[in-house]
């Protein structure tokens, strides 16, 4: 076993972690295609050299470490990302159009609203031990992931309903034509579960900086839900618009074993190639 106090630089500085030490987790392609760029080992001369970005197979998702000893560390993932979009078309009252179709002056301005919301959360942990001689250090253990996922959209319209032809084009689940407009529409929360054993191999190339390969194996799950969709349709009877609200079409789920290759509704990242930063 080598211990992180027991391997200095010339200069003095301890290169493997020690108790304590926090770690950052990159993805390690975009640096190792620079320098092979850079020594012209390939054709395009460095041109495509990226900043490193997310680790393979978690993409937005923050990955650290944090060392409980020298040779055994906490591991966790996480990603907490909300977003959303709106869209607003302006048009021209068609009312105000009907009443004076030949005076433009006299025309007000509408606008239709349509929001797109979505939002991430992972979560994942796990303990890894390490062992080896000098800067090569060999990793293992386990991890669990969680995710959660879920997406919205929402219209304003700013015409009233009048007459069953206002219709964004929804469909009932049959596919047959249904008279409406879309208000509001839901996902449900997409749940995905993983359990994933890993190993790999860590060089320390530098004072607390190192490259690492890992590769894995483990369970992942996830459920779609069916969601639901609220239409504004018309009623020729009543004379009237309404507003229904239906179950979504489909639902599902998926699940398996697997050595890792990049199965992303389960949560299990390639067989990635990582740079580390301990502080």
Do not use: C
């Amino acid at each position: 076993m080598v211990n992180g106090q027991e391997l200095t630089s010339k200069k003095g500085f301890t290169i493997l972690p020690e108790t304590g030490d926090y770690v950052i987790g990159f993805n390690a392609v975009p640096v190792v295609d620079f320098f092979l760029n850079a020594a012209d080992i390939m054709t395009n001369a460095g041109t495509t050299a990226q900043h490193p970005g997310y680790v393979t197979g978690f993409n937005n998702v923050l990955v650290g470490k944090y060392f409980l000893e020298d040779t055994k560390a906490i591991r966790g993932k996480l990603a907490i990302n909300t977003g959303s979009m709106t869209t607003k078309t302006f048009f021209d009252d068609p009312f105000d159009i009907t009443a004076n179709p030949t005076d433009p002056t006299q025309w007000g301005e509408l606008e239709d609203v349509n929001k797109i919301g979505g939002s991430t959360i992972i979560l994942g942990g796990g303990l890894e031990f390490r062992r080896g001689h000098n800067r090569v250090q060999g990793f293992y253990g386990g991890e669990l992931l969680l995710g959660f996922a879920s997406n919205s959209i929402h219209n304003t319209w700013s015409v009233e309903m009048n007459n069953e032809s206002m219709t964004n084009g929804y469909t009932n689940g049959d596919g047959s034509a249904l008279n409406g407009r879309i208000i509001d529409q839901k996902s449900g929360m997409a749940i995905t579960f993983g359990l994933r054993g890993f190993a790999g191999i860590e060089y320390f190339f530098a004072p607390k900086i190192s490259i690492a390969a890992e590769f894995g194996w483990g369970f992942g799950m996830t459920t779609n839900p069916r969601g639901s969709v609220t239409v504004e349709t018309w009623d020729a009877a009543a004379v009237a618009s309404e507003e229904e609200t239906f179950e979504g079409t489909n639902s599902g789920s998926s699940m398996g074993f697997q050595v890792d290759d990049g199965i992303g509704q389960t949560l299990m990242p390639s067989a990635a190639l990582m740079m580390y930063f301990h502080f």
